[in-house]
């Protein structure tokens, strides 16, 4: 009786933990701010004559 007492206790909180885990994640896409720096250099360099 005891063990599988136990193995509920480790199940339930390892059960928990997956949840709170995944609660915690960042919602929505994580974007960086756009910069045409690179693109206009390699467009120059490809296309010029």
Not at 11 to 38: E, F
């Amino acid at each position: 009786m005891t063990m599988k007492l136990s193995m509920l206790a480790v199940a339930y909180l390892l059960i928990g933990g997956l949840l709170i885990a995944v609660s915690y994640q960042p919602s929505g896409p994580i974007t960086t701010q756009k910069t045409d720096r690179v693109a206009t250099g390699f467009l120059t360099e490809r296309f010029a004559g």
